[in-house]
């Protein structure tokens, strides 16, 4: 890895902390993100806000645009999601993070959202990258299913070349023979990457496992792993998700997962701050 | 895969087959494409397609717009090799493929280039796979380094349910444990693709093996195991090529490997057809 | 792989030839091998062989210890079938092959088959590598689901170092995460295997593709990629095998696949031998 | 899995707790297993007991059978070493663990060594698990590198089937395609097992990360992941390890893993017992 000049490490260059809302990542205090797979309607979107808010999370996420395997599914609420993210950001004081699937839709949704995510299938679509690389704001990038470290530090390597500093990675989970988990979370990928790059590193336990039963457990390992946060679906009826149901937790699951990862940050030093609470915004009905 | 409407086979859908320069993809002949990894002059070109002319391959290849892991790799000649590969078509009458890496490149792309392919690493760019379905140019769609059967066809499927009917599949290796080939070439999804689609399927084994010592092997069994044409990467100077040196060919050893092809398609009732000759053109210098 | 002193080629060293039988595995001859997963009777075995050896097969096989997932499958005939296996090599002159587990049946494996073989969850038993070392018979080696080439040539490198120097690799797909064939066959390690060791190798499709309809394309793509013989589970009455029925052929499909496979035999400058014709034998009721 | 009869969680059934020397592993103590890859002199032994007993870790582990890729490479010192790994016991009080390759070896290992481990690469040898079944010592089962969650349980199965109920497992990293890491720690399969079986289950991250800097980090994840102990390898001199130098942790870094993992271990309720605090013993010299 020796040809990235941006990402790496280097005995001059601090940790990369990023300012998304009142939150601070890639400093002591997590960063943890909650929200459904998709963003179904206002009703839903309110729901999780208001109860997450005093989780406390620090962000919002839902996809608006949706990439999909089958051309049939549900491809998202395009606009009219973006559109009720930025309400419910509103109201909350919390930041949202959306998908960006093409270069098209970046303008868009940099209008509305704070965090634009690369989802693991874009992770070597280099033309969006590159994109993202002249945007002002942070970025998000999954690593792709089956992607070396060296490939995922490269592709933040491209948004950071053209110009964006602020790049968050995310673990996710990657493609193995087993089929009892829907992915094998690598944590061994993410204690590598805090000591190659300065970068801060977030973790998805919920792709990685596919199986809400598994997202607690997963989500304290990677706090202890010493990741900088989390990305995590929950929603208000998980059964009831039009994507991911099975991964989904309950909001109430959602809660005692923030509360249960408190020791496990106090046992190494960071802490889980307030989430939106110095913000003033109105009350949710 | 229940799901894919126009991908699969059914009883009344017969094999797709799509005309390409004078060959035809998905019939009884098999289609042979030659040429280097990156377009790097004129010279190197008309090199490759004078002595590929009457191997015969049936069409070449060569990137303009190449994906490369670092950004600060050599990215492509971009418009100039475009216009070398038009060139060369035009003197050699050999229809030439290049690599789409963005909705921003097809207009231009598609009017140069006879056949644009789709890479690995953009096998599920949505946004770029619905935007060559409103192509009038075949679209050669590589699979994913983990890109399982299902979701290749329904990559596939986001083409063809987008108005772009002509679709090649390509096999060109997965991702695996083993560090002594580069990727391992899955036949067996060759054979299960060709009983599951109609599509015509194409095999890679430049970039399955990684090492040109086991291209010709490789490209045998391709063909005995149903594929309906290869993709090799040959280059007049291999060592000095600026990309993927290690498995590119000789033009020496690529008139041999077709040489070496023609019993084996014999033996399975298949043929490899004149390359160019019935179209009428300039000689090389 | 510098350290295999006696696995590697060299330039003073032929290409291992191992006569099994009257067949020559290693040399021109291709080296087919046929039969059921288990041995289950005598009825099945004579059934195989009377079909099978004029089809030609130049072996049979059939296993009577049986390496099962779980300890409550059917665990082989035992000793029975060895009796069984001898019966039918005497009756029909075909060379017999079967799995040995365990050192404790070295001997008496020994004393009744031509061929034992080790199966992929043993390839690095070495307790059982090292005693199959001063057996003397012929050792048919299954490359582990997740074994590297160095690790497969090495595991044979420990039969050759203690003392038995006629020892076949055979491929026979390796772990990966797609779930539509069983395993991914490796003709790129077939390929990368010949030319770095002088053993012969076998391949076997059945347990690659782990699905009937997709053995014979496989099987023709591993005599065209180099293989120097087969080895594929094929039963009388396919449906009703004991275990993996999914992948056995019928006997009618298994001469139909020899038949298919004469033609690209010939096309590399290989042929397929008589089976036991040579040998007199008492004629099958 | 619903063939497993003994493994899997029942309603009835409630966790298996193993006793080994003063330790009870899978109860609310961890069970903290450290030492070198290889046993290979007292000294390097005493070294090693006379600094980890008051880490304290709850057991000693080194290999005196090697399994190793090549059969020219250290085999272990074998009944030399047992001695060794028995004196230092005596003198410690702290239990030994080592590695049983073959059936052969069971009561001369049994006869020495407090648990017995079943390494990677004999996950699935059938004939050592149910010879294991009959040993009234406690067994350490490790996961296979391409092991299914499902062929791990049944591994168990095949031991406690055939008798022995004290089965602990032990996730280890299974293959994937990266290289930065010898290979993927599977916390998922951890969290995943702690649900459907009542076996213990401890997680060597040495072998998993393959590098030094990263074992402490993955410990930590380990433990909050649910894991019910450790097995670590550290080595007076790590660099002059015999086997795995690059993984090895000194003692120092050893007893201060121990120290960083107690607030994890608090965080969630459970703790780091004394070592072998009450059992008299001889000082070291």
Same mark, same amino acid.
């Given at each position: 890895?020796?040809?990235?000049?941006?990402?790496?490490?280097?005995?001059?260059?601090?940790?990369?902390?990023?300012?998304?809302?009142?939150?601070?990542?890639?400093?002591?205090?997590?960063?943890?993100?909650?929200?459904?797979?998709?963003?179904?309607?206002?009703?839903?979107?309110?729901?999780?806000?208001?109860?997450?808010?005093?989780?406390?999370?620090?962000?919002?996420?839902?996809?608006?645009?949706?990439?999909?395997?089958?051309?049939?599914?549900?491809?998202?609420?395009?606009?009219?999601?973006?559109?009720?993210? $930025? @309400?419910?950001?509103?109201?909350?004081?919390?930041?949202?993070?959306?998908?960006?699937?093409?270069?098209?839709?970046?303008?868009?949704?940099?209008?509305? @959202?704070?965090?634009?995510?690369?989802?693991?299938?874009?992770?070597?679509?280099?033309?969006?990258?590159?994109?993202?690389?002249?945007?002002?704001?942070?970025?998000?990038?999954?690593?792709?299913?089956?992607?070396?470290?060296?490939?995922?530090?490269?592709?933040?390597?491209?948004?950071?070349?053209?110009?964006?500093?602020?790049?968050?990675?995310?673990?996710?989970?990657?493609?193995?023979?087993?089929?009892?988990?829907?992915?094998?979370?690598?944590?061994?990928?993410?204690?590598?990457?805090?000591?190659?790059?300065?970068?801060?590193?977030?973790?998805?336990?919920?792709? $990685?496992?596919?199986?809400?039963?598994?997202? @607690?457990?997963?989500?304290?390992?990677?706090?202890?792993?010493?990741?900088?946060?989390?990305?995590?679906?929950?929603?208000?009826?998980?059964?009831?998700?039009?994507?991911?149901?099975?991964? @989904?937790?309950?909001?109430?699951?959602?809660?005692?997962?923030?509360?249960?990862?408190?020791?496990?940050?106090?046992?190494?030093?960071?802490?889980?701050?307030?989430?939106?609470?110095?913000?003033?915004?109105?009350?949710?009905?």
């Amino acid at each position: 890895m020796k040809k990235a000049k941006l990402a790496l490490k280097t005995d001059s260059l601090s940790k990369t902390q990023i300012q998304i809302g009142n939150a601070v990542v890639g400093g002591t205090d997590l960063f943890i993100v909650g929200g459904p797979c998709s963003v179904e309607s206002r009703e839903q979107m309110e729901a999780v806000a208001s109860r997450l808010v005093s989780a406390p999370v620090q962000a919002l996420r839902g996809g608006v645009y949706k990439p999909r395997t089958s051309p049939y599914d549900f491809q998202g609420l395009g606009l009219e999601g973006l559109e009720i993210l $930025a @309400a419910v950001r509103d109201r909350s004081g919390l930041p949202v993070i959306t998908e960006v699937m093409a270069v098209s839709q970046i303008d868009e949704i940099a209008s509305y @959202a704070d965090v634009l995510q690369v989802g693991s299938r874009n992770m070597q679509n280099f033309d969006l990258l590159k994109a993202l690389g002249r945007v002002d704001k942070p970025i998000l990038l999954k690593r792709g299913l089956a992607a070396t470290l060296e490939e995922f530090v490269m592709a933040a390597e491209y948004i950071l070349s053209h110009g964006n500093p602020n790049v968050m990675l995310c673990e996710r989970g990657i493609r193995s023979f087993d089929t009892h988990t829907r992915n094998v979370l690598d944590l061994g990928a993410v204690v590598a990457l805090k000591q190659i790059t300065h970068l801060p590193i977030l973790v998805d336990p919920s792709h $990685a496992a596919g199986k809400r039963e598994l997202v @607690a457990d997963l989500s304290r390992a990677a706090i202890a792993a010493g990741a900088d946060g989390l990305l995590v679906e929950c929603h208000p009826e998980p059964e009831q998700s039009v994507s991911d149901a099975r991964q @989904a937790l309950s909001l109430d699951d959602m809660v005692a997962l923030v509360d249960s990862i408190r020791p496990i940050a106090t046992a190494i030093n960071r802490s889980i701050p307030a989430g939106a609470t110095s913000v003033p915004r109105l009350s949710f009905v």
